[in-house]
T-cell receptor
Framework: GEDVEQSLFLSVREGDSSVINCTYTDSSSTYLYWYKQEPGAGLQLLTYIFSNMDMKQDQRLTVLLNKKDKHLSLRIADTQTGDSAIYFCAESPYSGNTPLVFGKGTRLSVIA | DGGITQSPKYLFRKEGQNVTLSCEQNLNHDAMYWYRQDPGQGLRLIYYSQIVNDFQKGDIAEGYSVSREKKESFPLTVTSAQKNPTAFYLC??????????????????FGPGTRLTVL
């Protein structure tokens, strides 16, 4: 079955770059997603990347995809205290509206 | 404003009581989902529905029930059979098979969540 793995914690200093990593198992995944969850809130879609791309950039966010190694990363440039949250990686096993498969989330702590 | 609403934000229940959590969306999405979130365990899928009057069990459906009588609404009932119901519950929706060409049909959008506490 599908599985998505993430490290549970990451701590960075304000102004540094953060890199959150994710590995997945389903080689037929079509899209991969990054969501952000602030304390006590729902998940907010940050970005997604199609499996035939290897990079996508959106302002301070850069997503890198290594399809051969099934490795996805999210880089946040100039990390701010407001970036402190839990970040979830998710894969879409098929095209269509089947449920996404989520990792357990990486808690990012930004130290001022 | 289009979006997904969940109510109430906080809910307290006595042991042995059933309780229903509300989820409504005005995004015209076909598919809706319920997840449970516990600390350190990420999201676990309870039930999902791809179309009105149809739904499927997720990974942890025992002790829960759902209905999908309207496209906009997907209420979740936590029954007394659920042994450890205290958790944060998240509802989501996605456009489904009739989504537009420019929209990923499986991109899920989440509500703000309901925190259920059993006393």
């Amino acid at each position: 079955g599908e599985d998505v793995e993430q490290s549970l914690f990451l701590s960075v200093r304000e102004g540094d770059s953060s890199v959150i990593n994710c590995t997945y198992t389903d080689s037929s995944s079509t899209y991969l997603y990054w969501y952000k969850q602030e304390p006590g809130a729902g998940l907010q879609l940050l970005t997604y990347i199609f499996s035939n791309m290897d990079m996508k950039q959106d302002q301070r966010l850069t997503v890198l995809l290594n399809k051969k190694d099934k490795h996805l990363s999210l880089r946040i440039a100039d990390t701010q205290t407001g970036d402190s949250a839990i970040y979830f990686c998710a894969e879409s096993p098929y095209s269509g509206n089947t449920p996404l498969v989520f990792g357990k989330g990486t808690r990012l702590s930004v130290i001022a | 404003d289009g979006g997904i609403t969940q109510s109430p934000k906080y809910l307290f229940r006595k042991e042995g009581q059933n309780v229903t959590l509300s989820c409504e969306q005005n995004l015209n999405h076909d598919a809706m989902y319920w997840y449970r979130q516990d600390p350190g365990q990420g999201l676990r899928l309870i039930y999902y529905s791809q179309i009105v009057n149809d739904f499927q069990k997720g990974d942890i459906a025992e002790g829960y029930s759902v209905s999908r009588e309207k496209k906009e609404s997907f209420p979740l009932t936590v029954t007394s059979a659920q042994k450890n119901p205290t958790a944060f519950y998240l509802c989501a929706s996605s456009s489904g098979p009739r989504g537009g060409l420019l929209e990923r049909t499986d991109t899920q959008y989440f509500g703000p969540g309901t925190r259920l506490t059993v006393l």
